[in-house]
C-alpha cells in the first residue's frame, strides 16, 4: 500500500476553541479515556511495516489538551526506536507557550519540552486569516486567554528549532486578494517553512458547522488563481484556438502519494490541499487514522473505512 502519513487523533472531550467550520464538530467524536499501549504499538507496527515515515499529531480538540497521552505515546515511541522520523503537530497554536514552575528555579515551556520527547520537528499552524490576528482569533474561536498573536508565536516555536507550516483554512477573505503573491509574501515575513492551502470541506448534514462553510469558503477561482501562481497554466484563445502560457513562480519538487504535488516557492514548500477529506484517489491512502477509540481507519468521516 502507498501510504502517506498516519494521524494519531489525541483523545480531547471537547476542544478549549469553538472553530465557526471544525469538521470534528460534524461527527460524533468516540472519546476513550483507557487505550491499551499493546493496541496502540500494533497499529504504528502497521503503518511502519506499510513504509510510513511521517506521524501527525492531531486532535478533535487541542492535542495538547490530553498531556497524559501524548506523554505514554512519547514513551511507545522510545520503546519503539523512534519509529517515525519525521513527526508533525497539528494545532492553532493556543497551548504552546505553556508554562510551569520549577522548584523556585524558574519558568519552563513544558509543552514544547513534550514535543521534543514526542520527536515533533514541525509545527503546523491552522490559521483562518493570515493578515488579521483578531479575524483569526475570531474565526477559530479562540478564548480571550488563550488569543494568538502570529508573529509572536511563529518566534517562539522557532526558538525551539521547529519548522512552521502555516495551513491555510481558505475563507472568503481571500477571495478578496488581488494577487495571490500577497499571501505568499505575507507567508514569509512570517518566517513560515511550509505553506498548505485547504479547501474548506462541508457536509450535507444541514449543521451550523456545514452552512457556515457554504457561506464563507473562498470561491474555487481563488484556488484557481493560488494554483495558477505557483505552477501555472495554459490558456486558449477562443477565437484562433491557439495556446498561451502563464509561467508559474513555484519550482516543481515531487509528487506525493495521494497525487498532489510540492513545489518551491519564495524559499517555502507549499501544497495545494483540495482533498483534505482523502476521498479523490482511492489508489493510494492519503494517510492512516489512529482514532480515539484505538483502532485505524483510512477516512474521518466513515466508520465504514476500519482497517482494524
Known amino acids: 500500500m502507498n501510504i502517506q502519513s498516519i494521524s494519531i487523533v489525541v483523545p480531547t472531550p471537547r476542544c478549549v476553541n469553538n472553530c465557526k467550520f471544525c469538521v470534528s464538530k460534524m461527527h460524533d467524536n468516540p472519546y476513550d479515556k483507557h487505550l491499551f499501549k499493546f493496541d496502540l504499538k500494533k497499529r ?10 511521517t506521524c501527525i499529531l492531531t486532535g478533535t480538540g487541542e492535542a495538547l489538551q490530553n498531556k497524559g497521552f501524548l506523554e505514554e505515546l512519547a514513551n511507545i515511541f522510545k520503546e519503539m526506536d523512534f519509529p517515525f522520523p519525521n513527526v508533525e503537530l497539528q ?12 522548584n523556585g528555579s524558574g519558568q519552563v515551556y513544558s509543552n514544547m519540552i513534550l514535543l521534543k520527547k514526542l520527536g515533533v520537528n514541525t509545527i503546523s499552524l491552522s490559521i483562518s486569516d493570515i493578515f488579521d490576528d483578531e479575524e483569526n482569533n475570531f474565526i477559530i474561536g479562540v478564548p480571550e486567554k488563550l488569543r494568538i498573536n502570529l508573529t509572536e508565536l511563529i518566534c517562539f516555536i522557532k526558538r525551539f528549532d ?19 503573491e500577497a499571501i505568499f509574501l505575507h507567508a514569509k515575513a512570517y518566517g513560515a517553512n511550509q505553506l498548505t492551502f485547504r479547501k474548506l470541506y462541508a457536509a450535507d448534514d444541514g449543521s451550523e ?7 464563507n469558503a473562498c470561491k474555487n477561482q481563488t484556488l484557481t488563481d493560488v494554483k495558477e501562481y505557483i505552477c501555472g497554466a495554459i490558456f486558449t484563445n477562443v477565437i484562433g484556438g491557439e495556446e498561451s502560457h502563464l509561467e508559474g513562480k513555484g519550482t ?8 498532489g504535488r510540492v513545489y518551491s516557492i519564495h524559499d517555502m514548500s507549499v501544497v495545494v490541499d483540495d482533498d483534505c477529506m482523502s476521498k479523490n484517489n482511492n489508489e493510494a491512502l492519503k494517510y492512516l487514522i489512529l482514532r480515539e477509540d484505538g483502532k485505524l481507519y483510512c477516512r474521518w468521516d466513515d466508520k465504514g473505512s476500519l482497517i482494524f
Open 252 to 259: 516543481y519538487l515531487y509528487k506525493l502519494p495521494f497525487g
Open 162 to 180: 521547529m519548522n512552521v507550516r502555516l495551513s491555510l483554512n481558505m475563507t472568503k477573505r481571500y477571495d478578496a486578494v488581488k494577487n495571490p
Open 209 to 215: 458547522e456545514s452552512e457556515w462553510v457554504k457561506k
Open 44 to 53: 504504528i507496527k502497521y503503518a511502519v511495516m506499510n513504509g510510513v515515515t
Open 91 to 102: 494545532t492553532t497554536g493556543v497551548m504552546l507557550e505553556h508554562t510551569s514552575f520549577l
